[in-house]
């Protein structure tokens, strides 16, 4: 396969995971249950300018069939490369789009905002007045434009309070970083008590504290952490002058980083190798193993099940009474045995 892509999750929604649907190279969905809410998060990755036309409306129809088979009371994110440039403003299109695009269109942009209108969803990253450094998700040379956009469905809108473009952050060569902030309206559920151990942070208000906490901490990283902090400033720097001195400056910072991350993965490899040699390296082996095989798992754990109609119960009680139900029917079916 040509393409790819991913979503990322912060390791304490893992377990929230409730099904994952990979639909091609260049599509894929997850579906989340947070706190009663239904989010589903979609990944895309649209045919570049210079692709046929076929494979462009392949990539949209998937795109279709994707958002389509969600209940519409399930909240929709969708995060994407389209490829595509919807202009500034929004005359025509003000149900689906807001004013602060980027001075560009193209055909592919209007297929962007057309599967908008037909989604009924909304381009997020237009609605937020910003600087166009904020606006900008792609930078080549001396070619600067907005192809990464962010949607979600124009009811949920209000629920966005932010959507930019995070400077010197960059997740991909010449792609940058593009987020958003939401708040979702959710119901609070009682949390079991569970005893867990404080990390006493307001001890480092004292400098003292402070300054130990920092000098343990650079002596177990090492020097990797000072080396990046300056390959970002370094960035920084290259993207606001785009002089060839910072240009080269920042070179010699990233592959001096990799170097050092390469030797720092090398020692500590060396290290888990020669523990995993002792008794007690052994349960760690073991312990590596059954973590392997969980993380390999996209479903971590299977906390909801769907009624009849397909809609997804989340609440303890309704997932009961739906199993006890199947149970019911299982059990109490006649089935017609054949007659010897």
Known sequence: KRNGVGVVLK???VRNVLEVNRVSD????????IEGVMLNVVSGYAPQVGCELDEKERFLSELDEVIESIPKGERVVIGADFNGHVDEGNRGDEEVMGKFGVKEWNLEGQMVVDFAKRMDMAVVNTYFQKREEHRVTYKSGGRRTQVDYILCRRGNLKEISDCKVVVGESAARQHRMVVCRITLMVCKKKKRSEIEKKTKWWKLKKEECCEEFR?????ALGGQVDTIQRKRLAKKKWDMDRTEESRQEYKELQCRVKREVSKAKQNAYDELYTRLDTREGEKDLYRLARQRDRDGKDVQQVRVIKDRDGRVLTSEESVQRRWKEYFEELMNEENEREKE
């Open 11 to 13: 390791e304490e929604f």
């Open 26 to 33: 260049r599509v894929m969905s997850l579906k989340l249950e």
């Open 215 to 219: 000098q343990k901490l650079r002596q």
